[in-house]
């Protein structure tokens, strides 16, 4: 009789292990990117300068090391999964919802921070 992993096919298994790398290492970017910008955008969202947003509020305000923590969790929780879950059609369903959370996040911090810091840095209203 044979296993699962005999019978699986290669092209959802490389799938999801190339889609995982990128996500995590996507996150890790996003994270230390958001972390060490703070210093710069933080001061502009007290003062006024940046309008005020949920988003904003929550890009810069959590603490720094509750933030890393929780893009650990994540990457964490992504490699268990590859592990837990034999059908690799399920992790790679998961790999691009991470992918899927990760450009939604850029999106939102170039909107609602990058964006709106560097027009006032560069003296635009």
Known sequence: MTS???RAEPGPIVTSLVTLVV????HAAFAVHTILSRR???PMLDDGSLPKSAAA???LALPGP???AGFVLLAMGLLVKEVAFERKEVTLRFNLAALALLVAL???WNTTVAGPAQLVLRGRP
């Open 4 to 6: 699962l992993r005999e």
């Open 40 to 42: 710069a955008y933080r």
């Open 23 to 26: 996500s995590i290492v996507g």
């Open 106 to 108: 850029w999106m939102t």
């Open 66 to 68: 509750l933030y890393g």
């Open 57 to 59: 509020e929550i890009l």
